[in-house]
T-cell receptor, first 116, second 115 residues
Framework: AQKVTQAQTEISVVEKEDVTLDCVYETRDTTYYLFWYKQPPSGELVFLIRRNSFDEQNEISGRYSWNFQKSTSSFNFTITASQVVDSAVYFCALSDPNFGNEKLTFGTGTRLTIIP | EPEVTQTPSHQVTQMGQEVILRCVPISNHLYFYWYRQILGQKVEFLVSFYNNEISEKSEIFDDQFSVERPDGSNFTLKIRSTKLEDSAMYFC?????????????FGQGTRLTVV
């Protein structure tokens, strides 16, 4: 069975600080995909990034960066120079491509509050 | 940019009533999903739909739930006899399926309140 753990329930930082959101996953599969989604106060789920299990390169997109470490089964998300608009709940998710439908298993989410 | 559209945004219904939640997935996508998020909790998979049939369903998706793609564009979730514990945000999602690991795009959700 697949499992995603986001141990940080809530994080608050002052604007312009850097913040890292942790994600640890469990799966028996050798091929899998990891995702981060953002849920702003308006409620929708916004796709941020996808990473496959064979690609351990870190990725940077503007102020966002992701660190994938297969050895520790972690896929952490860092926001640099945080802004108030980053306030949201962030979900890490795991999918198993072996069964075609690739349903997502979500973590419990981390509520990030950026204090102006 | 194509998007998944859900209607209504908020639905209030009395316990025991039937409710239909509607979704228009992205037009060239092949896989469709319903997920549920009880207030303040994680997003949970309900059902996946491909090639006009259910491909997988979770334990939550019991006989009270059904899905349909009636006309090639809409994708609906029906709850036959709503219970108080069905109150949640329901998300529709679609995925192109053109390759492994393609991301799912979510609608803005329908908040269902059962009273």
């Amino acid at each position: 069975a697949q499992k995603v753990t986001q141990a940080q329930t809530e994080i608050s930082v002052v604007e312009k600080e850097d913040v890292t959101l942790d994600c640890v996953y469990e799966t028996r599969d050798t091929t899998y995909y990891l995702f981060w989604y953002k849920q702003p106060p308006s409620g929708e789920l916004v796709f941020l990034i996808r990473r496959n299990s064979f690609d351990e390169q870190n990725e940077i997109s503007g102020r966002y960066s992701w660190n994938f470490q297969k050895s520790t089964s972690s896929f952490n998300f860092t926001i640099t120079a945080s802004q108030v608009v980053d306030s949201a709940v962030y979900f890490c998710a795991l999918s198993d491509p072996n069964f075609g439908n690739e349903k997502l298993t979500f973590g419990t989410g981390t509520r990030l509050t950026i204090i102006p | 940019e194509p998007e998944v559209t859900q209607t209504p945004s908020h639905q209030v219904t009395q316990m025991g009533q039937e409710v239909i939640l509607r979704c228009v997935p992205i037009s060239n996508h092949l896989y469709f999903y319903w997920y549920r998020q009880i207030l303040g909790q994680k997003v949970e998979f309900l059902v996946s739909f491909y090639n006009n049939e259910i491909s997988e369903k979770s334990e939550i998706f019991d006989d009270q739930f059904s899905v349909e793609r009636p006309d090639g564009s809409n994708f609906t979730l029906k709850i036959r006899s709503t219970k108080l514990e069905d109150s949640a945000m329901y998300f529709c999602a679609s995925r192109s399926g053109t390759g492994l690991g393609t991301e799912a795009f979510f609608g803005q959700g329908t908040r269902l309140t059962v009273v």
